[in-house]
Nanobody, 122 residues
């Protein structure tokens, strides 16, 4: 499956952004999709994942209650709505597929998009 992330940009602290992850190549609804992020000088970290049906989600504590993941399988797209953004949310955000809902390590996912940069200014 091929993944393409988009929607990043520059936003002030407290603002919102919505990222999209568009997929092609396989039956999209078969795949758990996860979002990871990597800040400068730091390791890639898990943000959130969503089951193939969209019914189940798994959030990192750092984004719980601020970020919301959803998917539209008819459009082969997963969305990440990010609210109340903080400067520490600044990172390149990657979407990934081929893991399991409760996998939080990047090596546990098989397919990766190219990443989209989110910058939150204070």
């Amino acid at each position: 499956v091929q993944l393409q992330a988009s929607g990043g940009g520059l936003v002030q602290a407290g603002g919102s952004l919505r990222l999209s992850c568009a997929a092609s190549g396989h039956t999209f609804s078969n795949y758990v999709v996860g979002w990871f992020r990597q800040a400068p000088g730091k390791e890639r970290e898990f943000v959130v994942s969503i089951s193939g049906s969209g019914r189940y989600t798994n959030y990192a504590d750092s984004v719980k209650d601020r970020f919301t993941i959803s998917r539209d399988n008819a459009k082969n797209t997963v969305y990440l709505q990010m609210n109340s953004l903080k400067p520490e949310d600044t990172a390149i955000y990657y979407c990934a597929a081929g893991g399991s809902l409760y996998y939080t390590a990047s090596h546990q996912y098989v397919y990766w998009g190219q990443g989209t940069l989110v910058t939150v200014s204070s």
